[in-house]
């Protein structure tokens, strides 16, 4: 093959790694660009990839008035969430991707991703994306660089990452950093004109956790094409953390002050769409208490050198679900949201603003819907997709914490675990140490929601909140978190850990607890339990909070409510150990022995509290 292009706008950064330099060529040889640009995250190249976008229907701007430096972006029907069933997890070994990843060889995958990629950037600018994953030069941060033939991706990234020059200034002869490779898989050939969000039917989104690289095909939306999140943050990196004694997760990341001016840092594990953004934001309504913002989606944890785990936000931007953000459940979000923000999928209103369910009680009369359609409250559809979302900067947040971005991590004292589940689950329980709280984070189940494609509404195992982010095999990692436990207990601090559900719902199919600010009762109950200020009962499932123990000053609950909210019924709790055995045998064995011990421990507990 002839060397390629380096035709126009090719200016390689002179300081640039010869490696990074050197792998450019060779996917620039394969993919075929009409031009490459090495991107370097100023203002003015993002102005004109916006204003570019802008001509190519992509991009709508929105009304400076209402959202100054916003953007309207409307995907293609087909491109609108993560898509699991494409994701690949391509290890030597299938034992090492585990029964809950798809698993295809090394080898094979290169076969098929080869001439997929073969001329797939044909008509189209590649961009090179360098990028840091936590505070440059943090010790917990990392390296990568995303190479896309989309715009929406660069500028997206440029968010939600710590992109360009200062990015690649940290790559030299010996850094670590993850190549990750994207294409929107439809090359333009010569004349054709553009559609306004160029995907393909035919999506890959593989990852290669021995060599440490991320091949995406076929889609540009969230963390199928912004590679720097869910794939190298989430299951890249839980790899390399594996290997290294940290962890990569699933979680937020929030400070809290209490009325006395005790500091505390909480990580916390929640599915897609299960209210981590929300929790990161929260409004206290209780008296005296602060929540500051860290982090909203992914953690990187890392025992320190003092002996406490200790946390970073890895992302620089929140990529959030739009509906059912609003002034009464997510203040903090909509003030975020002032300027400066990309919408996907959302409805456009007629003064150029944007809309979506949730944001105020009442629709508009008249709107255009994500797909461009006219629209109106009684269209039958909802306005906005489900998954519809706003990238913003998190430095934007008005809550943001002052040590957000320090390099050293935050101290954590508690971590959470939580899902959305109708039945079963309490409001909030207590592990009764290290070992019952992994067990706890291995079991969780949630319904599904519109973040992926799949049935929505239906109980699934998503345990840690990483099904479908671990990068490697489930149950390794719960011996993982074993592992790290036992590193903390060394240290002499270990964080304490608890499970929570907000979503538990009455006979009448409402939920039982009111959410949102509210759950800042819960966060108070746990963290007067990390100081040890409030006693808590004892149950077959771990330690609630005893009679008066959870503060419901000024809160009116339906009759019966909190009953419920705490009720473990020991009979379906049981029929769930069942069905969390049949879950365990998947893995043929390589559940760590401690975990089944906490099931055997909890069906002894169940069925003693029958007698
Ligand atoms: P990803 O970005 O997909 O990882 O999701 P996330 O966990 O950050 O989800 P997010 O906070 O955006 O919440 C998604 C949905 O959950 C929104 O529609 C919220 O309105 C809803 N939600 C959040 N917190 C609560 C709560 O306390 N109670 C109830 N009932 N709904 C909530
Ligand atoms: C999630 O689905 O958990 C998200 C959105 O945070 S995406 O980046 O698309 O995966
Ligand atoms: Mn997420």
């Not at 294409?183 to 039917?201: F, H, I, R, Y």
């Not at 969230?222 to 794939?231: D, F, I, Q």
């Not at 099904?467 to 074993?482: E, Q, R, T, V």
């Not at 009111?514 to 409030?534: A, C, K, Q, T, Y």
Request: aromatic residues 8%.
């Amino acid at each position: 093959m002839s060397t390629p292009l380096l035709t126009r706008d090719t200016v390689t950064p002179d300081d640039a790694d010869l490696r990074v330099v050197q792998w450019v060529e060779q996917i620039a040889e394969l993919t075929q660009p009409d031009a490459i640009e090495w991107v370097d995250g100023s203002t003015a190249e993002t102005d004109r990839l916006t204003r570019l976008m802008v001509e190519t229907g992509t991009l709508t701007r929105l009304n400076p008035e209402h959202r100054p430096y916003s953007f309207l972006a409307r995907s293609d029907p087909s491109d609108v969430a993560r898509v699991e069933s494409r994701t690949f997890i391509c290890s030597e070994r299938e034992e090492d991707a585990g029964p809950t990843n798809n698993w295809v060889a090394p080898d094979e995958m290169r076969a098929t991703l080869q001439p997929l990629f073969d001329g797939a950037m044909r008509g189209r600018t590649m961009y090179v994306i360098p990028f840091s994953m936590g505070p440059i030069g943090s010790p917990l941060a990392k390296l990568g660089v995303q190479i896309t033939d989309s715009p929406y991706v660069v500028v997206s990234m440029g968010i939600m990452t710590r992109m360009g020059t200062v990015a690649l200034r940290q790559i030299t002869e010996d850094t670590e950093w993850v190549p990750a490779v994207h294409t929107v898989g439809a090359p333009l050939l010569a004349g054709e004109t553009d559609v306004p969000w160029p995907c393909s039917d035919t999506k890959y989104i593989s990852h290669f956790p021995e060599t440490r690289e991320i091949w995406s095909h076929g889609s540009a939306y969230g963390g199928n094409a912004l590679l720097a999140k869910k794939s190298f943050a989430l299951r890249i990196a839980s790899v390399i953390a594996r290997d290294e004694g940290w962890l990569a997760e699933h979680m937020l990341l929030l400070k809290m002050t209490s009325p006395r001016g005790r500091v505390f840092h909480l990580a916390a594990a929640f599915p897609s769409a299960c209210g981590k953004t929300n929790l990161a934001m929260l409004k206290p309504t209780i008296p005296g208490w602060k929540v500051e913002t860290i982090g909203d989606d992914i953690a990187w944890l890392r025992p320190g050198p003092d002996g406490r785990l200790r946390a970073i936000n890895p992302e620089a931007g929140f990529f959030g679900v739009a509906p059912g953000t609003g002034v009464s459940t997510n203040a903090t979000a909509i003030e975020t949201l002032w300027g400066n923000t990309i919408f996907t999928n959302v409805a456009l209103r007629e003064d150029g603003d944007v809309w979506w369910e949730g944001l105020t009680d009442k629709a508009p009369d008249r709107l255009t819907d994500w797909q461009g359609n006219p629209w109106s409250p009684d269209s039958g559809t909802t306005a906005a997709h489900p998954n519809s979302r706003f990238t913003v900067a998190a430095r934007q947040c008005p809550i943001i914490s002052d040590d957000w971005e320090d390099p050293q991590g935050v101290v954590i004292d508690a971590i959470i675990f939580g899902g959305r589940r109708a039945t079963n689950a309490p409001l909030v329980v207590e592990a009764r140490d290290w070992e019952h709280g992994v067990f706890m984070g291995a079991t969780v189940s949630s319904e599904q929601t519109a973040a992926a494609e799949g049935t929505v509404g239906e109980l699934r195992r998503d345990p840690f909140a990483m099904l479908p982010f671990c990068g490697y095999n489930m149950a390794d990692h719960w011996s993982h978190w074993l592992d790290i436990g036992q590193e903390l207990r060394r240290g002499g601090r270990v964080p304490r850990i608890f499970q929570v559900n907000w979503f538990r719902k009455g006979e009448d199919g409402k939920f039982l607890w009111p959410g949102f600010g509210e759950n800042s009762r819960v966060l108070e109950w746990i963290l007067e339990r990390v100081d040890g200020r409030v006693p808590a009962a004892d149950s077959p499932i771990g330690w609630l909070p005893a009679e008066d123990g959870l503060n419901l000053d000024g809160l009116e609950l339906k009759d019966g409510a909190l009953q419920q909210l705490f009720d473990v019924n020991a009979d379906s709790w049981l029929a769930e150990t069942d069905d969390t055995q049949k879950f365990f045998d998947q893995f043929d064995g390589r559940v760590p022995a401690a975990v089944q011990k906490q099931l055997d421990v909890l069906r002894g507990r169940l069925t003693a509290s029958k007698q």
